[in-house]
């Protein structure tokens, strides 16, 4: 299949470069959860960084063990003070809830089920869970269902990858990149495995030079960095008479 690919994602240069300096593409799965528990995961490490979520999750665990995670119906009973005790936020746990009732009431289906839906239809599904955005479900869609044409236009990696391969002063727009990354299809997740392998290049200096003219895209305007007041300093109006 990833033979198949490369013939296409090989019609364009940039890619095609980057492919030989890449390698074959490793994307496969990550980890193989019921989606209740996969959200669950995810939903806790948000904004955490890697270590605290696990710490958090292996508390979350052991309050129900000796299951290896606890069941939808499960977490919806627990107490909110039980859940803060583990390291969640009040946030965390109005998410956690939500999607406990959304796999209940089979708005998240069980795996089985979710294989049979496309991927707009599991977009649509899972991000009206509270907490859940795009971005989330498509990691799932890449690494848990192995979708072939999945392209997460608002991943940084996947947008500075571009720059970096196609010679880009700046980031392209998610509109941009996926206006782009049409020729890519059907094999998108492919491509974004690859521009997320342009960093890694990018940083050991193995990086293939763009030898194209950077496309005619658009690309987001930095940020202005905001002007700091200049402190004045008070007069004392009676000390200065």
């Not at 946030?91 to 979710?114: C, F, H, M, Q, Y």
Request: glycine share 4%; with cysteine; hydrophobic share 45%.
């Amino acid at each position: 299949m990833h033979r198949h690919a490369h013939r296409i994602l090989k019609a364009d240069p940039v890619m095609a470069a980057l492919i030989k300096a890449a390698g074959p593409c490793k994307l496969g799965q990550r980890e193989n959860h019921e989606p209740f528990e996969a959200l669950a995961r995810a939903i806790a490490h948000q904004q955490l960084h890697g270590a605290a979520a696990r710490n958090i999750l292996g508390r979350l665990v052991a309050l129900f063990a000796p299951q290896s995670f606890p069941s939808p119906q499960q977490l919806l009973d627990a107490a909110d003070a039980q859940l803060r005790s583990v390291g969640f936020s009040f946030s965390k746990i109005a998410a956690l809830k939500d999607l406990a009732r959304k796999t209940l009431d089979g708005t998240v289906p069980p795996a089985a089920e979710l294989h049979a839906l496309t991927d707009l239809e599991i977009i649509e599904r899972l991000t009206s869970v509270r907490g859940i955005g795009r971005w989330t479900v498509e990691m799932m869609l890449m690494f848990q269902l192995e979708r072939r044409d999945v392209l997460p236009v608002d991943d940084f990696g996947v947008r500075n990858g571009f720059r970096l391969a196609y010679g880009l002063r700046a980031m392209p727009t998610p509109r941009a990149l996926a206006e782009f990354g049409a020729r890519w299809k059907p094999y998108r997740s492919i491509a974004s495995w690859y521009l997320w392998r342009a960093v890694d290049l990018s940083r050991l200096a193995r990086l293939p030079p763009c030898q194209t003219r950077p496309p005619r895209i658009a690309t987001a305007k930095p940020r202005a960095k905001k002007k700091k007041k200049k402190k004045t300093k008070s007069v004392n109006r009676r000390a200065s008479r």
